[in-house]
């Protein structure tokens, strides 16, 4: 069987649905960074390239989280007739009380924020807050639409977002202030108007059904939180790293950010994956069919290990040049260090597999402690002796790789017999 035809078979139902918006979604953030990258001075460009790393790594590790929680609950109700209304809602008021508290941090400390990110741009900062809210709404529908196996208008959302942040970047550029501001608030405009073209066939499919309580919500939420922001730490270090130890050195934040997207196509691919895998692990759970569970597991491994193996290494061959090409990226970066970004995405998309399987398995400790370590790896890295940009890179690939083997060990722990709990529980809750 050749990679392709494999790839297709290791994915799980409702892929292809989603698979179409993920990749207008994906080649829209190198189009709007390509864009930026060409209109922008140096200097504005390296404040773009911090804004949209924290709205990466922050954003997602805050609300994607919520995304997840929900499609799992969501998914694990449908197996059982129940409706999702009641979801949404109770989730609804936790994205809105997390955003609240969010936006209030940032306006205490609007100052400082804006010096130590972005030179003292506060309108910057005020970009990033939207950004914030608009990610935050965005997840929010997802989780609901991905549980449901609505994978169609899941898709249209991602698609939808996709093409505007392509036609709002054109316009910058050819009708528009060049500035960073204008780039910036992209990252608000066209989620939002993508949101709100799904949102009716949203609130359609939630359907009535049984109360939730917040222990059911909560239960893991805290802890994949966490997870999800030490996991975004990791993919996005590198940026924010070298703007914290040194500020000055815009060439190398501005090549860090392009050599990151590109090193990082295959985790933009693995978007059309994650929904419906973890919607497909928690219906199996639900079932207790352990043999379905272990079987999606290695199905997804596979998938994320052709991609990365596929498109790692023209990152790796044509990264120099293709960065220097596509966003005006200062030549400050060779291929020893994109070898390092691409080894570090193929362990992190690992590990972002086989969380998936933690998450169900309701083993949230484990993956927080898996991140926790590949964070604490990475830290160490970055602080050695050498050239920051090297350290930064090869910081990356040390951290997944850590955080891979410790998932990897922690899934040995006899998963059938969580399979097989959550299945009987579920059973019980339903008679």
Known sequence: ?????????????????????TVVLGAASYLHLAVAGHS?????????????????????????????????????????????????????????????????????????????????????LAALGTAFAAMACCYLTRGVLAGLGRFGAYGT???????????????????????????????????LLALLATL?????????????????????????????????????????SVQ??????????????????????????????????LSGLAAAAAQGR???????????ALAVGLLSLALGLPAVVLGPWLVRLLFAAPPVLTRPDFLWLALGTLCYLLAMVLGQGLIVLHRHRVQLACWALGTAVLLAVTLLPGPLGTRVC????????????????????RPGAAVRAEGATRTLDAV
């Open 244 to 277: 914290l130890l040194e500020p000055g050195a815009v060439d190398l934040i501005t090549a860090l950010l392009s050599a990151l997207v590109l090193a990082r196509v295959p985790i933009f691919v693995f978007g059309a994956l994650q929904a419906s895998l």
């Open 394 to 413: 090869l910081a990356y690939a040390a951290g997944t790789t850590s955080t891979v083997a410790g998932m990897a060990a922690g899934l040995l722990r």
């Open 290 to 300: 352990y043999a379905a569970f272990t079987a999606l597991l290695r199905k997804a």
């Open 1 to 21: 069987m050749n990679p392709t035809a494999r790839l297709r078979t290791a994915l799980p139902p409702g892929t292809q649905a989603v698979a179409a918006g």
């Open 200 to 240: 009716p066939l949203t609130v359609r499919a939630a359907r009535p059904g049984p109360p939730l309580g917040w222990p059911e919500l909560l239960g893991g939420l805290g802890l994949l939180v966490c997870s999800t922001l030490l996991a975004q730490w990791i993919v996005s270090a590198a940026v924010v």
């Open 40 to 124: 922008l001075s140096t200097r504005d460009m390296a404040g773009v390239s911090v804004l949209w790393t924290i709205v990466m790594s922050v954003g997602i590790g805050l609300f994607f989280p919520i995304e997840q929680e929900l499609t799992r609950i969501v998914a694990a109700r449908a197996v059982r007739g129940e409706g999702a209304g009641p979801v949404l809602r109770r989730a609804a008021l936790l994205t809105g009380g997390v955003l609240a508290a969010v936006l209030g941090l940032m306006a205490a400390a609007a100052r400082p924020l804006a010096g130590l990110l972005f030179h003292g741009d506060r309108a910057l």
């Open 157 to 191: 959302q991602l698609g939808l977002d996709g093409a505007l942040r392509i036609l709002l970047a054109l316009g910058c550029a050819v009708a528009g202030p060049h500035s960073a501001l204008a780039f910036s608030l992209i990252l608000t405009a066209a989620p």
